[in-house]
């Protein structure tokens, strides 16, 4: 069976470990960025099947990180990526899919039980 791996690009410590322990239990094979920059350089030299990223981070934000992703692509040619977002943003996610996002978590609004659902199924369409 292949493991999936997924990134999880997050600055909030509490919110990071939730995601990461909720996606292990699930048999994820789970990598963690603090900063935008640390995850650019992830994206760009390991290969993950999803990419949850946040949009509010220190260093490089989620929208600056898709437009890298532009110039310099992902490793992974055929990798989702989800971006985390807070209510009430919807010019900056309108933003995010323009640049090649392919779906949103509002972080607020979701159970645990929700995120690994939405999570299975951005991983069974890609």
Do not use: W
């Amino acid at each position: 069976m292949n493991m999936k791996k997924i990134l999880i690009v997050e600055d909030d410590q509490f919110l990071r470990e939730f995601y990461q322990e909720l996606l292990q239990s699930e048999g994820y094979v789970i990598d963690a960025a603090a900063d935008g920059e640390i995850a650019l350089k992830k994206i760009q030299e390991l290969e993950f099947d999803l990419i949850l990223l946040d949009i509010m981070l220190p260093k490089k934000d989620g929208v600056q990180i898709l437009r890298d992703l532009k110039v310099t692509p992902a490793k992974s040619a055929h990798c989702s990526i989800v971006v985390l977002t807070n209510l009430g943003q919807d010019a900056v996610i309108k933003q995010c899919f323009d640049l090649g996002a392919t779906g949103y978590l509002i972080k607020s609004a979701l159970s645990p039980d929700q995120v690994l659902t939405e999570i299975h199924s951005y991983l069974n369409a890609s």
